[in-house]
């Protein structure tokens, strides 16, 4: 009750005393389509073509739900993926907090982690990747579900997160906040970016700081004790009108232990010994050459090298390694009347060294070629076709194995009419085997044995959509997407036990299916009060299964309802609850359903905005039905991820906005 009294309170003094203004940029957008005035180009697809006139359907998270999500988490985008329709943030470690995505229901590691199109987060960095990109630089985050290898190549079997960085403007552009919550988290970050004629320059600069939390008093905590530091700048250089360099490094450091509270404050006994300790550092540098032609044409050159190097430390075992990362990519766009085609070539090369022993190392290297060609066939259709041949070298200390794949692809896009088009999509994907995973990942790679005879698993998918929008009346805008999709995984790369407890990789004989619909609705009334409500069905199965083949820890059902009513420049206040349907155990058990709600007021002074969040205020958690620590202490054994660990938290903060 005192909760919901806070709230009345904090909505009044936010709402009274307001100035009219006539906001026009949507909170997301959840459907292909847009206010006209509110033009999205997309960078995804490559083709600077905006979302209502691409054939691919994408998602754009932007402006405004940016902004509102990084008053949620400044630290990470684990909230801003976590409350998207259709995606899934997957925790793996009930001690260091440790994530994954998910999309339609898929193992994370089918889910293609982008940084400005670079493919930097994957193998044995994907575990920590959402959780080292923090949100005050990106201008907006692209989302492609279904198969995207076209432009993306393997691991883009269930989809795509893209997230965009922001452009240095003419005009000297500031965004910081500091922010502080219930649980021990303190955030500060700065962002600034500016351009002259023939220089710009943005510089992000991000510390977090968590001390351990341990909400349930089981002596273990659901939150750890960490920081970390993130610096990236980038520099650009215009060499002249229609030719830019960019030279940009991200430095990212960060130290996070959980475990037994004993422990972590350094009072360590014979009962009080687990901890889990995880240390990392990522660098990754890029360039990009960009030249234009006149006849909007181009060529680009991207080249980024990545290394990841990660520690982990439990007691009596530690596994570490560096994981080495270059991508290389070279495309030629260019026009013929009603054609637009991407030609392109890149190198891949991935490379993880374990320290101490060489059990897991391993190293890819991968040559891909493509083409896609958008046609505008009339007004009302488009169609978007494409073909990668991709060729795969692979090896563990074990064996060494090349595939060559051939990734066709197509898409058109139906504008049947000015209310009323249709998306439909369909192709192939590859995942290269790999021993980092979920599954490995929340065992922190104990008893795994290196790869052996295993091939790389194949997919095949489509999606279809329908988006419709209309004026209900003069002041009530209503749009709808509704989305069907359909995955099959073959030789699907699963982890097996034998008689000496040891684990390792096999490919199964039967295929993994998942299908399922989204269904997204939007009501903007006045343009200041907007109403969207996102709800998804999953039936995702293994069939190499005898028993129960649903897979585990996915909800069948999912229902998002957010309320949001702002001012522009001035206030904005909004409610959220979302509905997560019972999941089936490792074990076969079902989990309990549940519901969580949220609220969040930020008001501007000028440049100045403050903000208060109140995420998970019914708090739920998984320890209310069951502990997720089984003793003894000194050697405990974890429950599987299900619910929120932490429960109720409330932050809030300053942001100036230069």
Do not use: C
């Not at 709230?7 to 906001?23: D, E, R, S, Y």
């Not at 181009?298 to 990545?306: A, D, G, N, P, T």
């Amino acid at each position: 009750m005192q909760i919901i009294i806070i709230i009345m309170l904090l909505a009044l003094l936010f709402v009274n005393n307001t100035n009219a203004q006539n906001p026009t940029r949507a909170i997301f957008a959840d459907s292909s389509e847009k206010k006209d005035m509110n033009e999205i180009v997309v960078q995804s697809t490559r083709t600077s073509r905006t979302i209502k006139n691409t054939p691919t359907r994408i998602e754009t998270i932007d402006g405004e739900e940016l902004d509102e999500k990084n008053n949620m988490r400044p630290s990470n985008v684990s909230m801003l993926l976590h409350e998207s329709t259709g995606l899934q943030v997957q925790q793996t470690s009930a001690t260091s907090g440790n994530a994954s995505i998910r999309m339609q229901g898929l193992d994370g590691k089918y889910t293609q982690l982008l940084k400005d199109g670079y493919p930097n987060f994957g193998n044995f960095a994907s575990g920590l990747s959402i959780l080292e990109i923090p949100p005050l630089d990106l201008k907006q985050v692209e989302i492609i579900k279904g198969p995207a290898s076209t432009l993306y190549g393997g691991g883009a079997i269930a989809g795509i997160v893209n997230f965009i960085s922001k452009m240095p403007k003419e005009k000297l552009e500031g965004d910081f906040i500091l922010n502080q919550s219930n649980v021990g988290q303190t955030n500060i970050g700065a962002y600034i970016s500016k351009k002259n004629k023939k220089i710009g320059y943005s510089i992000l600069g991000a510390a977090n700081f968590q001390k351990a939390y341990d909400v349930d008093k089981d002596d273990f905590s659901e939150l750890p004790k960490s920081n970390s530091f993130t610096i990236n700048p980038r520099f650009f250089y215009y060499i002249n009108p229609s030719t830019t360099m960019m030279l940009g490094n991200s430095f990212t450091t960060s130290t996070n232990t959980g475990g037994d509270m004993e422990v972590i404050n350094n009072k360590v006994t014979s009962e009080h010994t687990y901890f889990e300790k995880n240390k990392t550092l990522r660098n990754t540098t890029i360039f990009e050459l960009e030249k234009k032609f006149t006849n909007k044409n181009s060529i680009k050159l991207k080249q980024s090298l990545s290394f990841f190097d990660r520690h982990i430390t439990i007691p009596d075992y530690n596994f570490s390694g560096l994981n080495t990362n270059s991508y290389t990519d070279v495309s030629y766009i260019f026009s013929r009347r009603k054609h637009m085609f991407i030609s392109g070539a890149n190198i891949i090369f991935d490379k993880f060294k374990q320290e101490n022993i060489n059990t897991h190392n391993a190293q890819s290297f991968t040559v891909g070629v493509y083409f896609q060609d958008t046609w505008d066939v009339a007004d009302k259709i488009t169609i978007e076709s494409g073909m990668r041949i991709d060729n795969i070298t692979y090896q563990s200390i074990i064996f060494k194995n090349n595939q060559t794949f051939a990734l066709p692809r197509l898409s058109a896009l139906f504008k049947l009419s000015n209310k009323l088009s249709s998306r439909i999509s369909g192709g192939l994907g590859y995942k290269a085997p790999t021993v980092f995973t979920e599954q490995t990942e929340s065992m922190q790679y104990r008893g795994i044995t290196a790869l052996s005879n295993v091939t790389a698993e194949k997919s095949i998918g489509a999606t279809v959509d329908v988006n419709y929008k209309t004026n209900i009346s003069a002041d009530l805008d209503f749009s709808v997407n509704q989305l069907f999709f359909y995955t099959q995984i073959n030789n699907p790369l699963i982890l097996e036990s034998d008689i000496i407890v040891n684990d390792f990789f096999v490919n199964a004989s039967k295929p993994i299916n998942s299908k399922g619909f989204e269904t997204n609705l939007k009501f903007i009334y006045k343009e200041d009060l907007k109403l969207f409500v996102g709800y998804t069905f999953i039936d995702a199965r293994a069939n190499y299964l005898t028993t129960n083949q649903f897979l585990p820890l996915l909800p069948k059902n999912k229902l998002n309802l957010t309320m949001m009513y702002e001012k522009e420049d001035n206030f904005k206040l909004g409610i959220e609850g979302y509905y997560t349907d019972k999941q089936y155990l490792y074990n076969g058990n079902r989990t309990p359903s549940f519901w969580e709600f949220g609220f969040m007021a930020q008001k501007t002074f000028r440049k100045v905005s403050a903000f208060i969040n109140f995420e998970n205020f019914t708090d739920q958690r998984q320890s209310k039905y069951k502990t997720v620590v089984n003793l003894p202490h000194d050697n405990p054994s974890f429950d599987a991820i299900w619910n929120h660990t932490e429960g109720f938290i409330v932050n809030g903060g300053l942001k100036l906005k230069l």
